[in-house]
């Protein structure tokens, strides 16, 4: 029997970005573990991953290339071979082309695999060469990272790793023992050293729950608790003068504003206490090194862009950034994009004409609007699953279920969305191809090459994208580039931060941390890099987060399930164990609605309803729900808002207006509590408690 161990990386959209080392028997994967050299993977993976071959041998994988025979939605497909569905979708998509022009045509993508090749590589030269719409990739990250790169000038500030040296750590809307446990050792460290801990979410997450100090203010209203703690800070003459003047424009405006924020004002607008306002405040301006770290949780709101520009504001203010462990934490990509060679592999010089945008958090408005012109004829979808993860999942699915659109699927899983596909093609998982990591939120780069023989017919996107490229006559020859040679292409670079880290290198040895100046202190001296040198603090006018007429709860959606990657995993039988599509309510607002913990209850919105299981543990505050993100079937998303946020072009969906009440027993209303709920819908999952 033949043993041996492969280096590479997991490249799901999470700001861990893992090494790991796969162990290969007679060209089976037997076992995939965290690198126990590598320093932010330190050996281990997460609750999810541990099981990845779960997920790459799956008796759910699709094998093979499946063209629909049942209605859209059904999920009746039959095999065909690649050639045939290649010839066809080429075919088709000519087709539209010809008779709407190729705007007709979206190229619908996400981060379901962040390797750089795989995520944007082949598709974005085929759909460039094409002249297909662009897709705005807007559904996370880009209003967070809008309101950061407003006031500082780029989205990246503080290191994740030194955050050991932190003394105050506020945690802000972010989940880390979910959502980024690979920081949560560094965040131990820190608190063995003394460092106080503090969690600001309107949910008592995992993460509260381990925190020194939980604040719970309202959704969406971070923008008046960082108003109000800037006003204690002026006022008590607790700002950093010099920095302020040295470095920063707008500390003038911003304090007069802040002005208007007294501790009762806060209060009232964030249902955080005054006296803990005043508290947090003098804590976060006395506390050095101060660390405030988020990730995305705040931006999913109409106003999200000002609370990142406030956000990143307040260690401006007090001078956190001129002590290593002071600042704020939240991206690292842009270390990312400006080291690596991403141009050579987007490769911008292939172009046919120049195309529209649309913007993938509106995809429903997309498909239903019978204004657009011209109309989407023809999507194509990898590396995403929109039926389950857009905001306002029935406008989604009816446009999914046009008759006249055509649609491809590729992915690994009969996913929501597959059901809806002309074409479902094999894709491969992440073992099985080549790739090179771009991290969000660490620092270090890692190579990914097929360590088994893809399963069944599963090609990567680079292939799926060649051949249809080759299928459609375009012979630029970098349509042909293997994934190998794009690979080698992004490790192509001259930029600093890839001194001494090359594709021979990384073969070798799996991964290399950037090379970075140590001690990490960008803006200790200013050299903000906006157009002025200096930090733009948000003056702008505070703006309540609006509510939706008669509808007093806010629904939170976020990724509590500790076993779900988004919706990946939702499907496997290990990872859905002990998860449950419910909808958690406080005690007050469950009272007052009469609902007791296990009753069923409809939750509405203006978009949509579902009947859940009601939760009362005690962990939302007043005026919010929470229901749990990343279930197939029907879930949070039939309820939550499509709008767009201030900035960076994002979603509002965390802002939802909601309703909650007692579900009236069924035969009292003539109808089944199924067919209100997503049992109706072929939901995956029990809704039983
Ligand atoms: N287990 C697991 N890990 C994941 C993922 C997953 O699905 N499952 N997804 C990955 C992805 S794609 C991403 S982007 C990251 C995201 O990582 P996080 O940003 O940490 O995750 P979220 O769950 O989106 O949001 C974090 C918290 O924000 C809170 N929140 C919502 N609105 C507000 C607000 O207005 N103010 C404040 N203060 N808090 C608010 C929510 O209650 C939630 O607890 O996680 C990644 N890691
Ligand atoms: N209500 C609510 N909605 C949300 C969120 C929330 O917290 N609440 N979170 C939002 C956020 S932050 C994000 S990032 C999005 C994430 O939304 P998506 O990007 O859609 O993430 P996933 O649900 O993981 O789906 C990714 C799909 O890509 C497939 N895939 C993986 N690797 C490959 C590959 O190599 N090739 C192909 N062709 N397919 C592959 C996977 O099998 C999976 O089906 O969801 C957003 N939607
Ligand atoms: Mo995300």
Known sequence: ????????????????????????????????????????????????????????????????????????????????????????????????????????????????????????????????????????????????????????????????????????????????????????????????????????????????????????????????????????????????????????????????????????????????????????????????????????????????????????????????????????????????????????VARTDIRGPRARSLNMVQLGRVLNDPDLEPPVKALVVFDCNPASVLPNQNLVRAGLARDDLFTVVSDLFRTDTALYADYLLPATSFIEHWDVLFPWSQTYVVLNRPAVEPVGEAISNGELFRRLAAAMGFDDPHLQDSDEDMVRAALDSEHPHMHGIDAERLLREGWAPLNLPRPWLPFAEGNFPTASGRAELWTEDYLEPEAEAGLPLVLVSAKTPLHFLNSSYSHLPRHARGEELCVELSAVDAAARGVADGDRVRVHSARGELTLVARLRDRVRPGVVAIPHGFWGAGANVLTSDGLADLGGGGDFYGTRVEVSKETPPHAVGRSVAALSGEAEGVAVSLEP
């Open 1 to 344: 029997m033949s043993s041996t161990v492969v280096r590479g990386g997991c490249s799901h959209d999470c700001p861990d970005s893992c090494a790991w080392e796969v162990t290969v028997e007679d060209g089976r994967a037997v076992k995939l573990a965290g690198d126990p050299n590598h320093p932010y993977t330190r050996g281990t993976l997460c609750a999810k991953v541990n099981r990845y071959l779960d997920r790459v041998y799956s008796p759910d994988r699709v094998l093979h290339p499946l063209r629909r025979t049942g209605a859209k939605g059904e999920g009746r497909f039959e095999r065909v071979s690649w050639e045939e569905a290649v010839a066809d979708i080429a075919a088709r998509l000519q087709t539209v082309a010809a008779e709407f022009g190729a705007e007709a045509i979206l190229p619908f993508s996400f981060a379901g695999n962040m390797g750089l090749v795989q995520y944007a590589g082949m598709d974005r030269r085929f759909f460039a060469r094409l002249g297909a719409s662009r897709l705005e990739r807007t559904i996370c990250g880009n209003t967070a990272n809008a309101g950061v790169a407003a006031v500082l000038g780029t989205s990246t500030g503080m290191l994740p790793e030194d955050i050991v040296h932190s003394r105050l750590i506020l945690l802000w809307g972010t989940n880390t023992v979910v959502t980024n446990v690979h920081l949560w050792p560094f965040v131990r460290q820190a608190r063995e050293a003394g460092a106080r801990v503090v969690v600001i979410d309107p949910v008592r997450t995992r993460t509260a729950e381990e925190a020194d100090w939980h604040v719970q203010p309202l959704p969406g209203s971070d923008g008046a608790l960082a108003l109000g703690m800037i006003n204690v800070i002026a006022a008590e003459g607790l700002e950093d003068r010099d920095y302020l003047e040295r470095y920063c424009s707008g500390w003038e405006a911003l304090r007069e504003r802040a002005g208007a924020f007294p501790p009762e004002r806060v209060e009232r607008l964030t249902g955080v206490p005054g006296e803990q306002v005043v508290e947090l405040a003098r804590a976060y301006a006395t506390t050095r090194p101060a660390c405030i770290r988020t990730l995305v949780g705040p931006e999913k709101h109409a106003h999200g862009g000002q609370t990142f520009r406030a956000l990143a504001s307040l260690p401006c203010v007090t001078g956190a950034w001129r002590e290593v462990g002071g600042g704020l934490l939240h991206w690292t990509r842009s270390l990312f994009s400006d080291g690596l060679n991403t141009r050579a």
